[in-house]
């Protein structure tokens, strides 16, 4: 996340691949498809106040949503600020990569059941 909202490389992709084709085709490219995206902010936006500062997250299930699949699930790398800083190390169970990497196995489990 970059500023509260998508980086400019993730926002040009959605420009291009949702055209003519895609938006207005049938199937819908993603009908029936689940959707993991991993998101890293420097602050703490996945919970907590700064949630509603979020512009991202609600960006993303609108695109998906629009494009077939109402089922986004979303891994949550933040806060990332700490580890930039090195007031955390990336093995520390309570950093955001740690918590991160124990969302990713628990999708994994998930998808294979």
Known sequence: MYNWGP???LKAWVDHFVNIRTFYGS????AGKQITVIVCSAGLYSRGEL????GLRPWLRIVF???GSSDVHFIDCDPTGPLDRGTVQLEDPASAWAQAMRQVTDRIAELSA
Do not use: G
Request: hydrophobic letters at 30%.
């Open 51 to 54: 949630m509603d500062d979020d």
């Open 65 to 67: 949503r629009r494009l």
């Open 7 to 9: 980086p400019s490389a």
């Open 27 to 30: 199937p819908s490219p993603f």
